[in-house]
């Protein structure tokens, strides 16, 4: 993986495939350095030993993050390159994964040893999927994999079967929207309805996504536009 740093000595991503049946994607890994000069690993990707070595040179591992429901593949390979991290993962995993390891279950608030630098909140009211959004205060740079993702023109390397389904089947090419997991799974929407505010509510210029193009421009109208529907649906 290839890490460009996009947020001044703050906040580095890595792209990274992934092959779900009969559709080809690309995922985002983050890594966030935390005020002590440790170091997130943020919905982790597959890490070779030029991409451990790459990280190393940016700090030290202490916390690797699986943020959302669909966002443990590589977690393992993670834990096994940095052995000494501790392991946060979104609620469900558990469930789902049963033997992973894990030191904590993400919640609605964040843990003490990153509440000085990071915000969360817990996504809820979805049936099939949760998700942990963050925000990185000092960056004003918000975190998210499934609730938002961002398919246009401008984006690289997407599979003409990604194109076709985002373009003809969802409607949402060239316009930022939830996750087809998301659109049609909410079950409690007042809940979903807290948790969306609850974010748009946070000081935030910047989106990092997991699939499609980052948000860097009119962040936070463009958050509200993809939510919209959902917002407004009472």
């Known amino acids: 993986m290839h890490f460009e740093e996009f947020s001044d000595g703050q906040i580095w991503i890595a792209e990274y495939r992934v092959q779900l049946p009969l559709l080809p994607i690309k995922a985002r890994m983050s890594i966030i350095r ?3 000069g440790k170091l997130i690993l943020h919905s982790p990707g597959p890490i070779d030993d030029i991409s451990a070595k790459a990280i190393a040179e940016l700090g030290s591992v202490a916390y690797i993050i699986a943020p959302g429901s669909l966002h443990h593949l590589h977690v393992a390979d993670a834990q096994r390159r940095f052995p000494q991290a501790e392991t946060y993962i979104c609620p469900g995993i558990d469930r789902k994964i049963p033997g992973l390891p894990f030191d904590w279950i993400l919640g609605p608030r964040p843990p003490a ?4 630098v990071i915000d969360q909140v817990l996504i809820r009211g979805n049936r099939y999927v949760a998700e942990v959004a963050m925000l990185h205060r000092r960056s004003k740079t918000l975190l ?3 609730s938002i993702e961002n398919y246009t023109s401008q984006t690289p390397d997407v599979s003409w079967q990604l194109r076709m389904l985002f373009k003809f089947a969802l409607g949402a090419w060239n316009k930022a929207r939830p996750a087809p997991e998301y659109r049609f799974g909410w079950k409690d929407v007042q809940a979903a309805q807290r948790s969306l505010q609850c974010i748009l509510d946070w000081d935030f210029e910047k989106i990092i996504l997991s699939h499609g193009d980052n948000i860097v421009h009119n962040a936070k109208a ?7 529907p959902l917002l407004h649906s009472l």
């Open 34 to 36: 935390l005020d002590d």
């Open 113 to 116: 040893i990153w509440r000085s």
């Open 144 to 146: 998210l994999v499934d």
């Open 222 to 228: 463009i958050a509200r536009s993809a939510w919209t």
